[in-house]
């Protein structure tokens, strides 16, 4: 007898990563279905509670079984993915888990009863802002939920601390309103209590070069299957490159993996995917978590089907249907892999992107490429969603190569394929 389709339901979907998600398939005869879509769930002004209510909706307009709910999104796609599986008794992780991972403060509260592989932190006072004591210069404001480093400063002094918080204040109205009715659903401790979802962070500035644990937690057990390093344009925090296999040293990655197994554990999330984010002090051999994800990351999946022949969807879709995820190592085309990020560091208004032939070029000179155009002609790119608070991304392009200098030598020939017209003015 076949077994019939496992419905996957997923919350946002975009071509990309459904491309990739469509080679799980050979595995299990699964079939995926859109839940809203991805406009609507990360960048409209619809309310945490309508969305929920339009998910619900349409689960319950199918007509067949529903296996599973998965979501690759940073909130509130990441928080609707416990809610929605609990009231349809599927697989998936408790919401207070994942609230743990994103609230930036509850997470750091947690963390610090496991190990001291993290900054110094502390909550300020948005209306009367000021370095909370016991804390150094210089250092990192943030909301204590934001997503693809929006509203997230450095500064070096008071001055520059009281200019981050009346911006970090007037920017953070929508998420930090959905964070806080999300918290409202929970039974929190009091000092997260009292902060609530429109809370600032402030953390003292660690240094050195930034990897990030990519897992799983499955039976109350953690399990880390790749680390990659994220690679920043010199002297800044913006991103250049995210690189796997990672280069760091092997007994660096091996702390990396017992303190990423300490912290999940320990939140307590479960049949969920997972990325933790660290920065590693050569100088001083110290690691600090930057940041914890109850969710793969989309921007690391395609670099695990170039080396190891299969995206990380394949352990989130496992779970989701209530499997032990089952990820190969080392069975890919290439030996080495990244996701470039070409960037401009002033604002301008986009004249013209690449064209189509531009991009058939590409194809066809490097072959291994696949290329996403962020920039969108005729608008200004400060008006783009998610960029970071310092740069403005024009595309991206996966790669895979034998080793990091053909991996170079393959993005500097697309940037010089792939032009773009700004005005500056």
Known sequence: MTE??????????????????RELTHLEPYRFHPLLDKEKLMHSDTGLDRL?????????????PIDAIVGYWDFPVSSMV??????????????ESVVKCEHKYWSRLVQREVTDAHPGFAIIDLDQPEAPPGLRFPMWLKPVKSY?????????????LRAAATEIRDGMGRTGEAFDFLLSMLELPPAVA?????????????RGEQVTAEG????GEAHVHGIIDSLCYPETSSFL????????????????VAISRDVMQHIGLDSSTFNIEFFWDAETDALNVLEINPRLSQSHAPLFELVDGMPNHQAMVQLAVGEEPTMPRR????????????????????????????????????????????????RQLSELPAQDSYSYELFAVYLGADNESELRARFDRCVELLPFDLDER
């Open 331 to 378: 069975e890919g085309e290439h030996r080495i892999a990244a996701k470039w990020y070409h960037r401009t560091f002033r604002d301008a208004l986009v004249k013209s992107t690449p064209s189509a032939e531009d991009l058939d070029r590409v194809h066809q000179e490097v072959p291994s490429a696949t290329v996403d155009v962020v920039a969108e002609e005729g």
């Open 52 to 64: 929920l209510e339009l998910a619900q909706n349409q689960l319950d307009d199918f007509s067949g």
């Open 4 to 21: 019939r389709p496992k419905n996957v339901f997923l919350l946002g979907p975009d071509e990309r990563n459904l491309a990739l998600m």
């Open 148 to 160: 693809s480093s929006t509203l997230a400063f450095k500064v070096d002094d008071e001055e520059q």
């Open 194 to 206: 009292e902060a609530g979802g429109m809370a600032c962070l402030a953390e003292e500035a660690v």
């Open 241 to 256: 490159r995210y690189q796997y296999p990672s280069r760091i040293p092997e007994e660096v990655q091996e702390r990396v």
């Open 82 to 95: 416990p809610i929605l599986a609990t009231q349809n008794g599927l697989p998936g992780p408790s919401l």
């Open 216 to 219: 799983y937690c499955s039976g």
